[in-house]
């Protein structure tokens, strides 16, 4: 793994630890009713019982998601992607720029999810201690959501162009 890599891995794995740090803390401080959906201003509107699943649930899957999303990044040839076809005769010395480019896109959209349930869990425990919370929270929540788009569309070009090269070099 190369030092870049790392840093990313090490960074979703503090989040992780922080979101359920934060959690775990919050649990036993919150009252018996918690937040579990909120309106675009703020505003809990569905609510449920504190119960050790409902509360943490979200911790528990997004650890889930995003550990399944790092054990990915092991395994660079299983992905899907556009111009799979088109390399998969290639030597694997032609293929390692690419799937560098995929595991990379894996690790960076592991923390996009990673950071998005740990916003949505402190979205849960700020609601439950104050009845509202202030709307950008929501909005950056709607941000990360939506930043997913751009961060796929970034590897997915540069791994076509990386092909591109790759594929020119070899006609030389």
Known sequence: MDENKKTWFWLNIALLAATWMVSIYAYGNLPQRIPVHFTWDGMPDN???KTFYTFFFLPLLGTLIV?????????????????KEQIKNWPIEKK?????????????????????????QFMIIEGARKQRVDKSQFW???????????VVL???IRVGKTIEEIKRGMKS
Not at 67 to 83: A, C, D, E, R
Not at 99 to 118: E, P, Y
Not at 140 to 150: E, K, Y
């Open 140 to 150: 950056v929540i709607m941000g990360l959501s939506i930043a997913f788009l751009p």
């Open 96 to 120: 390692k720029p690419i799937h560098a480019l995929l595991s990379k896109m894996m690790i960076v959209i592991a923390l996009l999810v990673n950071l998005l349930f740990f916003f949505i």
């Open 154 to 156: 970034y590897y997915l």
């Open 47 to 49: 609510w449920s019982d």
């Open 67 to 83: 550990s399944g999303m790092l054990v990915l990044t092991k395994f660079p040839g299983i992905y899907n992607f556009p111009q």
